[in-house]
Each structure stands twice: as C-alpha cells, then as structure tokens.
C-alpha cells in the first residue's frame, strides 16, 4: 500500500514446487523480489529443541545474515516467540533472528556475505504476538488501494486457497491466534526515537 520494498525469507524448503507456489503467492500480495528459501528441512514439532536437533545451526544463522546484509532491510518482522500454534520452528526462528540481528551488524560472522555486502544495521526488529516496549496492530479488514480496494483478508484467502492441497497447513486466514496482525519491538536502534503507540512499524525512519 505504501510502496514499499518486500522481501520475504523462509527457513525451509528444498522443494521446488512448494517454492515456485510460495514466489506466486507473494507477486500476488504485491511482493516483487524473489523470496530468499534457507533450505533447512521442513519438519514439525512442538517445541524448539526438537527443531534444533534437524536444522544447522550455522547454516541457518548465517543465511539469515546473509538477507540481512544482502537486502538490508530497515525493518524486519519475524515470528512468535512460542510459535503461535506451537509451531518448534517458529519458535527456533524467533530467536535466531535476534541473533543474525546482531552478527549482520558487526563483522566476525559469516564472513563470505560480509565480504560481497559489507554489515547492515537493522533499525527495527518485530515479533508477532510479543509484548514489547512499543506495539503495532495492523487491520487487515481495511480496503486497500493496492488491492483494488479490497482487504489483506481477502487477498490472503485468495492466495490460500491457491496452494496445493499438500501445502496448506489446517489454519484459517482469520484463526483468532496465528491470524492477529499483532507485533511487538524487540530491537530498535539506540539513535531511533521512542515509537509512539502509532500502529506504524516505520515511524521515524
């Protein structure tokens, strides 16, 4: 709606098919670039430890750095820290995210993206459903523009209902948990004023 640049990133997956649905879905949202896929396994659990046996550790921090320095975004918004449904990925992600944060800015960790990007200092780090020192809510009911004044519901459900059945996870666009457009700051750049109870992730920047 406002023009912005996009750039989403997931963790897992390697299949092919799954990630040409996923950067189909995304154009229609209005995402243009490409998504960025980490490639750790897709696997469920209830908890963030089972999570941790599966994926690599530095492998995935260090993909994360690597979108951080290589897109550098001025804000990121990234997942539950008790992974809204439960998800043990979610939750794993919700902290490496804090930590790729942190390693993007300075220059010991991963050493091949800090050579071809240089570091990047995110300005702002989002958690969905956390209680932070500032928090936004975003209506996804409101009629858009870029959408032909239709909703972010609406056209999330449309792009649902789009991917194959296999990939479809049992959840409502509007599940009264995982569906709440609700973020909390977890980091802000210490030179950024307070922000304010606004409901805009990009006050001041």
């Known amino acids: 709606e406002r023009g912005y640049t996009a750039v989403v990133v997931y963790m897992t997956s390697k299949d092919e098919t799954q990630q040409e649905e996923a950067a189909a879905a995304l154009r229609s949202l209005g995402v243009s670039t490409p998504p960025v896929f980490i490639g750790q396994p897709d696997v469920y659990a209830e908890d963030k430890d089972t999570v941790a046996t599966v994926w690599n550790e530095k492998d995935a921090l260090n993909g994360l750095i690597r979108a951080i320095r290589q897109y550098r975004p001025a804000v990121i918004i990234s997942h539950d820290l008790n992974g809204e449904y439960g998800d043990g990925a979610s939750m794993l992600t919700a902290r490496y995210i804090q930590r790729a944060v942190k390693y993007a800015a300075g220059t010991s960790a991963d050493k091949d993206s800090y050579n071809e990007f240089g570091a990047w200092s995110t300005q702002r780090l989002f958690l969905h459903l956390y209680d ?69 992730l990009f006050y001041g920047l």
């Open 132 to 200: 932070g020192d500032a928090n936004v809510t975003i209506d996804r009911t409101v009629p858009l523009d870029a959408f032909r004044r239709r909703s972010a519901a609406e056209v999330e459900q449309d792009v649902y209902d789009s991917f194959s059945e296999s990939y479809r996870y049992p959840l409502s666009v509007d599940d009264p948990i995982y569906g709440l457009a609700e973020y909390g700051l977890i980091y802000s750049d210490p030179s950024l004023k307070t922000l304010p109870l606004n409901n805009d």
